[in-house]
């Protein structure tokens, strides 16, 4: 499991508010990432990271805003959530040097 | 960016039976092709890879080719179980911080 948390792991919320989930990694690695998986669409990259304070976009980043401060921390906040965000998030992390990149257990977010 | 396309969405095989899904990618730059699977309500599992250097790999039942020139790759499963029924999902790397473009998915259903 590379040693990747997420949590919360299930959440429900109303639209309009904020929301925060959190990636945890005990492999000091550094490139860490927030995907969404919805049906129809596959897993789609929200943002990424590629060290302490140092953040970019992804394919699908409107709404969305990501920070690290920590190497083993990567928080991905939704500022004001909207229906359109129900989905599963993934954390990921990669395994430098081979690529292999590896999986947090999800969180389910459902925003009524 | 990358572009990954993936065939069938959805493939049902009888026990034994081989079972094929194919991947196409737009970038050239691209230079590793992991695939994964996920079994519903898990993480998605990386469950072999290739990198451009190579043309084939194989993993006991399973095995991956690639083409470049074409720009294609592709997962063979010989000896369908029903514990490989899954959705499966391939990917290709590019950009500095290792970002993966994955696939939509292919949905394998191995029938008994």
Sequence with gaps: DAGITQSPRHKVTETGTPVTLRCHQTENHRYMYWYRQDPGHGLRLIHYSYGVKDTDKGEVSDGYSVSRSKTEDFLLTLESATSSQTSVYFCAITRDIVNEQFFGPGTRLTVL | ?112
């Design chain 2, 1 to 112: 960016g990358e572009n990954v396309e993936q065939h069938p969405s959805t493939l049902s095989v009888q026990e034994g039976d081989s079972a094929v899904i194919k991947c196409t990618y737009s970038d050239s730059a691209s230079n590793y092709f992991p695939w994964y699977k996920q079994e519903l309500g898990k993480r998605p599992q990386l469950i072999i890879d290739i990198r451009s250097n190579v043309g084939e790999k194989k993993d006991q039942r399973i095995a991956v080719t690639l083409n470049k020139t074409a720009k294609h790759f592709s997962l063979h499963i010989t000896e369908t179980q029903p514990e490989d029924s899954a959705v499966y999902f391939c990917a290709a790397l590019s950009g500095s911080a290792r970002q993966l473009t994955f696939g939509s998915g292919t949905q394998l259903t191995v029938l008994p």
